[in-house]
């Protein structure tokens, strides 16, 4: 029986290096405590069958493995796409945020202008009364005065 690879010394190490090698080319095996790999449960103190276990189904992992970056790069790009999407979207709000800022400070001032203009016409239309009224009331004291006129006229 072969000895369990996380026994080995550094020394011993060099002097098994071909066994050794054998054990570790093609992995069946990883140890669940040190993560050496061996193609034999027995070299490893806490042997674990690795995912990719046997040759065959290791080649068509790898395999699967070079197809799955073409496949994922897309999803990437859209991932980045994504973030692009949302960093303009951000300032896309920021920038409504801030035409809706100076819409409200806009229309605010136009509120205060029509109050102002209102204001404005109310007092123009109060002048207009008063002159109105002003104009009744010396038109009345004329009449007056010209009543008193004929009447020390006729006296
Ligand atoms: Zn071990």
Redesign the pocket.
């Known amino acids: 029986m072969t000895k ?3 026994k080995y010394r550094r020394v011993e190490i060099s002097a098994q290096l071909g066994e050794i090698t054998q054990l570790v080319a093609q992995p069946k095996y990883m ?1 669940g ?2 993560t ?1 790999v061996a193609s034999h449960r027995s070299a ?3 042997p674990r069958l690795l995912e990719t276990a046997t040759v065959s189904a290791g080649n068509s992992v790898i395999a699967n493995s070079a197809m799955t970056p073409l496949a994922t790069t897309p999803r990437e790009t859209d991932i980045k796409a994504d973030a692009n999407h949302t960093r303009h979207s951000k300032q896309d709000k920021r920038a409504v945020k801030a035409a809706k800022k100076a819409l409200k400070k806009q229309s605010k001032a136009q509120k205060k202008l029509a109050k102002l203009v209102k204001k404005s016409q109310k007092l123009a239309k109060q002048q207009r009364k008063l002159e109105l009224k002003y104009q009744h009331l010396a038109h009345k004291a004329d009449k007056r005065v010209a009543n008193i006129a004929t009447q020390t006229q006729l006296h």
């Open positions: 369990r690879l996380c140890c405590s040190c050496r490893l103190c806490k």
